[in-house]
Every structure is written in structure tokens, then in C-alpha cells.
């Protein structure tokens, strides 16, 4: 009778210690996929950022692509190089400012006699880097972004009247 509890407590024991393994391979599973589900919607979000920034430069220079209408400014916002584009019809009178600050591209829609205040900036997406460049009548952006620890980049170059 002895050696029969004691095979049935063994027994017993051995189906717990499956159960508890099993547990604790889904647990460790679950964590994995956490993690690199975590991986892939930060490599998603930074390269949409970098997608909206570039798309947003590209459709405000083209809609305000005039002559004498959009400017280029080295260290034009507190320090930070800006992009300004003044305004006609209704608008007439006022300028908006886009410059890139602290991981953040940043515009000011102010009076065109006064000088930029970036308190009353606006953040219109977040990024690790943008670089402004302008010549020969069009700018080019870069914006970079981080995907699996590598550093990437994404360019646009847009042409404008200002120039011309």
C-alpha cells in the first residue's frame, strides 16, 4: 500500500512540474512577442514620422511655392534653422515658421512684422534628426530615423520659385 501512494505522489508531482514548465515556456513566449512586437511598432512609428515630416515639408512648400513667398533662415528660430513662408489673400500679413528643435519639427503661425516666438510653437511630429539644406533654388530634407539600433535616413528635395 506504501509503494503505491508513494508511486501516486511521484506521479502526481511529475504532472504538476509539466504543468509548471508549460506555464512558465508560455509566459517566456508571451514576454518574447511582447518584446518584439514592442521592436516593431517603434520601428513602424519612427519611419512614419519620418514619412509624415517629409510629406508635410513637401505639401506646405507646394502650396505656398511663389515668388519671393518662402525663404530659407540659418539659425532663423532660436537658433535652429527655419523655413518662412508668408501668406497672400486672406492671410496677407502673416508668416508661418518651420524649423526642426529638439527632436521635434516645430511651426509658428505669426504676424509677418514681428519676430517668431517658439513659446507659441506648435509640434507637428516628432523625429531623431532632420537637416534643412537649401540652394539653387530647392531644398532638400533629411530626416533620420532609427530602425533595429541601425540609423537610416530618408531624403526629399522639393524645388520652389523663390529664387527665380
Known sequence: ???????????????????????????????AGKNAYGRILDNNSQLENARIALSYLGMRLRQNNSEGMIAFLPGGVDDSDAIRLSHSGEAEGM?????????????????????????FSEIIVCLEGLDIYYGD??????????????????????GVLSDR
Open 1 to 31: 500500500m506504501k509503494g503505491i501512494r508513494i508511486k501516486k505522489s511521484i506521479e502526481t508531482f511529475l504532472v504538476i512540474l509539466i504543468i509548471m514548465g508549460l506555464c512558465i515556456s508560455a509566459v517566456v513566449l508571451m514576454d
Open 137 to 158: 533654388g530647392f531644398f532638400k530634407f533629411t530626416a533620420h530615423f532609427s530602425e533595429d539600433g541601425d540609423q537610416k535616413k530618408m531624403e526629399k528635395i522639393i
Open 95 to 119: 508668416v508661418t515658421y518651420i524649423y526642426f528643435e529638439d527632436g521635434e519639427l516645430r511651426e509658428i503661425y505669426t504676424w509677418a512684422q514681428g519676430e517668431p516666438n517658439p513659446e
